[in-house]
């Protein structure tokens, strides 16, 4: 069981890559043992799921929870930038990052 | 781009390959309010203005700030469900919204609040009509809702593109705008009329939403966005073949140039033993070509799951019922009714239809144009204007604007001559018709005693001319109406001028 939820050093990797965080050969064999853990760990929770038990996604059953089309208050220009570790006029300035609008 | 783009002449293309197509129409909707949050929509009527402002139409959800919770926009959810039963879907009884991971700062919660496997609407069939009568139907595979995305600009770079730049600028007034995606089927049988029938596609999904008024629908300001996926069959291989998503298409008529340019750069490729990269490509409309993106990840890569901030949509079927009979009429009965209202000939009507402007024309009668006035303007100046320029003639003037132009023609204001520099004005951005008339002094004269001196100058001027029109010969008048025209720039009604002449050559006897 907890064999097929480990994860390997190339699925870290992976996922790496995608979050766009750099790491170490040592930080990725480091975290593929702590992620393998957790994975393990909550990997637990499906021995107990009987199929009669449905998915869900939400603790409560509620549904249809809607708010009117009413426009309220926005931030102003200066709270919206204040937490921006950098701006460059009215914009967040952030690092050209590699890759394409998805 | 300094790549060297080989293409195969087109229809040679059709000839060895077959084209197989699908789109995904992002469609804006013009709530007053965002998908999630409270903050005013700049896609809607009332938000477009101050949305030139960065970063002035966020809260907290937009921003993805700690402790922020979304909250669903109950107009959204009713806009969504008319639009799936307008393509034709099936609405579903309980769909959900999922987060789509990635990292890339025109979001800043590091992901997107869509739908994946429970989309709202699916199923779907929307039938289009081409130039020549011929009609398709398109197969809508779902509909589903999501939140747009911020706006970056790279600053540093030589093109304004990502590539080269040092840094690239957010602005968050578009995260968080309500989207509905549309994705069709795989499209195939269109053979050589492929740009055109994606033309037509996009061209009916606009009618549609602003049929229901959901989308402000201003392809040129990315209200209505249309990613092209394009793939080539070998003839007779019956195997299908590897495609490319043109995005960043953002007129008509870019649509259908788009996919043209597509079948005859894959079918170069395919020919010359190439292979095809599964990949985005860009649309460049100034050079009517495309270039390659990033190569397409797979689906999985996005690590979707169900939004825990978010609970299950669950329209009732009285709700759904409630929508669908306030449906507008389908576009095929639309059609008949308005050519028969207009009185248009079948010649003059299959004018407006192809001219992808017929709601426009509706519009513009609504605002109080007459209906042959209304299509003069809009298949006439407007679309010679448009076609020089490159662009779709619905982006240029505003159809209350040619309502306005025309009423001002009707009263006598404006010739037609003075009515067309008012239009050059309007469309340059000067303001209404009635701002540019006055701005630009471009007022017919309509006062006939100015009129009269410059007549009675002009007659006195060329006393021959006189005596000819005194002799019967009507005709002569003319060399007089242009010298007043002439001293009036232009700015009188050349009728009005010729009776004056006439009347006053009598009373000078």
């Known amino acids: 069981m907890s064999e097929s939820h480990s994860l390997d050093s190339e699925q870290v990797a992976h996922l790496a890559e995608l979050a766009r965080i750099a790491l170490t050969e040592d930080e990725i064999k480091k975290l593929s043992g702590e992620l393998s853990v957790i994975i393990d760990a909550i990997a637990k929770v499906s021995e107990v799921a009987t199929p009669d038990v449905p998915a869900t996604s939400h603790p409560i059953a509620l549904q249809n929870v809607f708010r009117p089309d009413v426009p309220g208050k926005t931030l102003t220009v200066e709270q919206a930038l204040s937490g921006a570790p950098e701006r460059e006029g009215d914009r967040f300035k952030v690092s050209a990052i590699l890759g394409e609008e998805q | ?509």
């Open chain 2, 1 to 509: 781009m300094s790549e060297q783009t080989e293409l195969m002449d087109f229809d040679k293309a059709i000839e060895l390959f077959e084209p197989v197509l699908g789109f995904e129409v992002h469609v804006e909707l013009n709530t007053k309010s965002k998908m999630f949050s409270d903050a005013p929509n700049p896609a809607s009527a009332e938000g477009e203005a101050a949305a030139q402002e960065p970063n002035t139409m966020v809260t907290p959800v937009c921003l993805g700030l700690p402790g922020s919770l979304p909250v669903v926009n109950e107009q959204a959810i009713r806009f969504s469900i008319s639009l799936g039963l307008a393509l034709g879907c099936e609405i579903a009884p309980s769909s959900r919204f999922a987060r789509k991971n990635y990292f890339y700062p025109d979001l800043a919660k590091n992901y997107q609040i869509s739908q994946y496997d429970e989309p709202i609407a699916h199923d779907g069939e929307v039938s289009i009509e081409l130039a020549d009568g011929r009609s398709f139907r398109i197969q809508i595979e779902r509909a589903h809702m999501e939140e747009d995305a911020g706006k970056l600009t790279h600053v540093g770079g030589s093109t304004g593109r990502i590539q080269g730049a040092d840094h690239s600028l957010v602005d968050y007034n578009r995260a968080g705008v309500p989207l509905v995606e549309i994705v069709t089927k795989m499209i195939t049988g269109t053979e050589g009329s492929a740009p055109e029938v994606a033309r037509a596609y996009v061209s009916a999904i606009r009618d549609i939403v602003l049929a229901l008024g959901i989308s402000q629908a201003r392809m040129e300001r990315g209200n209505l966005r249309c990613d092209a996926n394009v793939s080539l069959s070998p003839r007779g291989s019956g195997k299908l073949g590897t495609r490319t998503e043109t995005k960043n298409v953002n007129s008509l008529r870019s649509v259908e140039r788009a996919v043209r340019f597509e079948i005859q750069r894959q079918a170069a490729i395919l020919h010359g033993g190439g292979t095809i990269v599964q990949e985005t490509r860009h649309w460049h409309e100034d050079t009517g070509m495309t270039s390659p993106g990033r190569p397409k990840s797979d689906a999985d890569d996005y690590r979707y799951f169900p939004e825990p901030d978010l609970l299950p949509v669950e329209p009732s079927k009285e709700l759904i019922d409630e929508l669908r009979a306030a449906l507008p009429e389908p576009p095929a009965v639309r059609r008949k009714r308005l050519k028969e209202a207009w009185g248009f000939t079948d010649l003059e009507f299959q004018d407006v239809v192809n001219s992808d402007l017929l709601v426009e024309i509706e519009q513009t009668v609504a605002a109080g144009a007459t209906p042959a006035a209304a299509r003069k303007w809009w298949t006439g100046e407007i679309a010679r204007i448009a076609n020089a320029d490159g662009v779709d003639a619905a982006s240029l003037v505003t159809p209350a604007q040619v309502a306005e132009l025309s009423k001002l023609v009707d009263s006598g204001e404006l010739t037609d001559r003075l009515a067309r520099q008012v239009l050059e004005g309007v469309i340059a951005g000067e303001g209404s018709p009635a701002e540019v008339v006055q701005k630009r002094g471009l007022k017919v004269v309509s006062d006939d005693s100015a009129l009269i001196a410059a007549i009675d100058k002009a007659l006195a001027d060329q006393p021959d001319i006189l005596e000819k029109i005194r002799g019967g010969k009507v005709q002569a008048a003319g060399a007089i109406i242009g010298e007043v025209m002439k001293q009036m720039r232009g700015q009188a009604d050349a009728a009005r001028v010729r009776e004056l002449v006439l009347e006053r050559a009598e009373s000078l006897r």
